[in-house]
């Protein structure tokens, strides 16, 4: 692993760190590459947590603006932390990848480390969540945050996707707002689009990945699996859509031919039921899943866009 000075049991803020690195770079240039890439790595891991945050619904008694404040601060230091030691590997990559390049002067004891690491077998994750045979990756494009969300708020959310909901939820025997909060709890409501390197939505609503027997359009994006309950940042390829109805189409065909779902549809289930059943079939490898699945859907959040 790379050598670098240990930042974790800084401030995440504290500004007195990049004068340090500045004087370093004159000091010891390699040195100070490594401590660069090592805090690359905490903002890639402080977006990850951010992402994850904005996923979980906000409708405690406790939240609050300074809520958000500190919750914000603990995760940046979070991420400071989470990046020292072995971290994610992406410190060493990246150092690996500029020296190979000759930005820098290569080290071989790092390009041995990293290289190992790469070469770790990949983590065997449920069957429903792996991609059996993905496209290449250069067909693949990117996930990026849109900088205009297709829903300015979940009331816009629940009446563009309304009608489409309604559809596939007669089909499987689902209400439409169960089937509107998993689309929520998947999309951020719709405010974490995957989309391509041109910008192009995949709408994609319900995070589902591309296997061998897909053959439409595939998007590559950053997510979070867990292996054993401990979270792991992985890139993965997700269908890609012509349309929102063509989204809760394949979503719906998804449920009723696979025969783990049928607990959750042609019955009177509650929501928390629902979303039990979609955790124990394996929709998600989050052990939280079900929880999270059933607290968007009985939020205060849901009951207004659906009121509206």
């Known amino acids: 692993m790379i050598g670098t000075q240990d930042i974790s049991s800084r401030f995440a803020l504290d500004v007195q760190s990049v004068d340090k690195l500045r004087l370093q770079v004159k000091q010891d240039p390699d040195a100070a590459l490594k401590a660069v890439a090592q805090q690359f790595e905490g903002i890639f891991m402080n977006m990850m947590l951010k992402s994850m945050r904005e996923a979980t619904p906000k409708d405690g008694m406790l939240d609050s603006e300074q809520g958000n404040l500190y919750t914000q601060l603990f995760d940046q230091q979070l991420a400071q932390k989470l990046s020292t030691g072995k971290g994610l590997g992406v410190a060493d990559m990246l150092v690996k990848q500029l020296a190979r390049s000759g930005l820098v002067a290569s080290n071989p004891n790092l390009e041995k480390a990293a290289q190992e690491k790469i070469a770790q077998p990949p983590m065997v994750l449920e069957k429903s969540k792996q991609i059996d045979s993905p496209k290449p990756l250069q067909q693949w494009t990117e ?47 719709g405010k974490r689009a995957i989309r391509g390197q041109d910008g192009q939505d995949s709408l994609n609503l319900f995070g589902i990945k591309a296997g061998a027997k897909w053959g439409g359009e595939v998007v590559a994006a950053a997510t979070t699996e867990y292996v054993n309950g401990v979270p792991q ?76």
């Open 233 to 308: 940042a992985r890139r993965e390829g997700f269908r890609a859509y012509g349309s929102y109805a063509e989204s809760f189409r394949d979503y719906a065909a998804l449920l009723r031919n696979n025969p783990r779902y049928q607990g959750a549809f042609g019955q009177d289930i509650d929501a928390a039921g629902f979303a039990r059943v979609m955790q124990q079939a394996g929709y998600a490898t989050d052990p939280m899943y079900a929880s999270k699945l059933a607290r968007v859907v009985n939020s205060e959040t849901m009951r207004q866009a659906l009121a509206g």
């Open 143 to 189: 996930r990026v945050e849109s900088a205009t969300p297709a829903f300015k708020n979940p009331k816009e959310f629940v009446d563009k996707l309304w009608p489409h909901a309604v559809e596939a939820g007669k089909e499987l025997g689902i209400p439409p707002h169960f089937l509107l909060g998993q689309a929520a709890l998947e999309s951020g409501w």
